[in-house]
């Protein structure tokens, strides 16, 4: 049993009422609401009652707790509304960070949804005829400029959504043939036959890891066969004793067996990368004129658009695909498509490349980093008046997000170092910072890779690393 003294402190512990009529206190709730400030003030006293029933605390706390409660409550309150989602600087030197997501927008991309998104829009209206529209449309426009004639497309949320809906629409209860060294697991832990699986499709995999031929497709196709599925595996490669059936040869099958042929491209690029260092990404304009009568893609990887799954090829298939009940539970809303409008905006008229990040990421040479890296690193030193060590490195570039696996980009990347500090010490402090930085540690070394820092963050980050300097060791 608590001394008498301790339960004399416990039970004069202030009455909620009581302190809600503290002039500090009964400002918050006109500012904040009184429900909010109760709220708060019902945890912060109980929190006190622990303190002293703990015998860790006594007169003298409270005294302090009652100075000090109306900031600790504005504290609280204020807390309560930080957010978690904000922006970040990604120096990691990962272009498609799905972590960091994905990647930024371009401008026009933004600018639609500035000009959509706080008021009324034509999303489902058709303005011509005066009535109820289709919000399909608003892609279609758009994609078909850029795909073969008669293809049309379809958005959805996320390009496993594509797949998820593609496969109900076009193979629910009957089977879906497809290599097993195509049976990819993508990010979080999701695989092909999981997604088959709740498309309510039958999985028919043929072939071995490493080798799959045409015969191993024709030999298990039957009465229940819906469809030939042919899975870019975006995040991994097989190489050595491999063979896999080209996109070409499995589309003649397929005419010859009367079956549609569906490829997932995953990461979805809509130029030719290879001159940019990525290969073995071809564009989705290539896999529908190879002859795909269905391909799917994300919008917001390599594309360089918002997060969305499309759908693209035959019209009979992709009109089937929209009037499944499930499109509905899959599809995006305004911001989605003005983000995509504006994205696709800057390949019909040629200019993406120059426009979307994604791609001027790509396209920025090692000796441009290197100067930029050079700039940065004189940057840091004088800022920090010699106290943080900065140099620059040769280094590489990573594409990331589940496409190239196998390829890497020549960087410079910049190098920063502080005596008695670790390299964790360091990513930790960049990374408490706001906005945080997200460098990455290579050898026990703190690097960062301006590849994927914009030239008006430069200065910011430049700030940053010349800062640990004066930040304490956390560890």
Known sequence: MAPPSRRLLLRNLPKIDALQRLPGVEALCTAHGRERVTETLRILVEELRQELAGEKAGQERMDIWMEQLAESVETRLQEDLHTLLQPAINATGVLVHTNLGRVPLAARAIERMREVAGVYSTLEYDLAKGCRGSRSVHAQRLLSRLFPGGVEAHVVNNNAAAVLLALNTLAEGKEVVVSRGELVEIGGSFRIPDVMRKGQAILREVGSTNRTRLSDYEE?????????????????????????????????????????????????????????????????????????????????????????????????????????????????????????????????????????????????????????????????????????????????????????????????????????????????????????VIARIQDDRLVMDLRTVPIDQEEELAQAAAALGEARATR
């Open 220 to 436: 298990a196709i039957g009465p229940q066969t819906a469809l030939l599925l042919k899975v870019h595996t975006s995040n991994y490669r097989i190489v050595g004793f491999t063979a896999q059936v080209p996109l070409p040869e499995l589309v003649r099958l397929g005419k010859r067996r009367g079956l549609p042929v569906m490829l997932d491209q995953g990461s979805g690029n809509l130029l030719d990368l290879a001159p940019r260092g990525v290969k073995d990404e071809s564009p989705a304009q290539s896999l529908l004129a190879q002859g795909a009568d269905l391909v799917t893609f994300s919008g917001d990887k390599l594309l360089g658009g918002p997060q969305a799954g499309i759908l693209a090829g035959r019209s009979d298939l992709i009109e089937r695909i929209r009037k499944n009940p499930l499109s509905r539970a899959l599809r995006v809303d305004k911001i989605t498509y003005a983000a995509l409008e504006g994205t696709l905006q800057a390949y019909v008229t040629g200019r993406a490349e120059e426009e979307v990040p994604v791609l001027r990421m790509l396209a920025e040479t090692a000796e441009s980093l290197k100067a930029r890296a050079r700039r940065c690193s004189d940057r840091v030193r004088e800022l920090s008046a010699g106290r943080v060590v900065a140099e620059i490195l040769p280094g590489s570039s990573l594409v990331g997000g589940g496409a190239a696996p196998l390829e890497e980009l020549p960087t410079w990347l910049l190098a920063v170092g502080c005596r008695d500090k670790s390299a964790n010490d360091l990513e930790e402090a960049l990374r408490r910072r706001r906005p945080p």
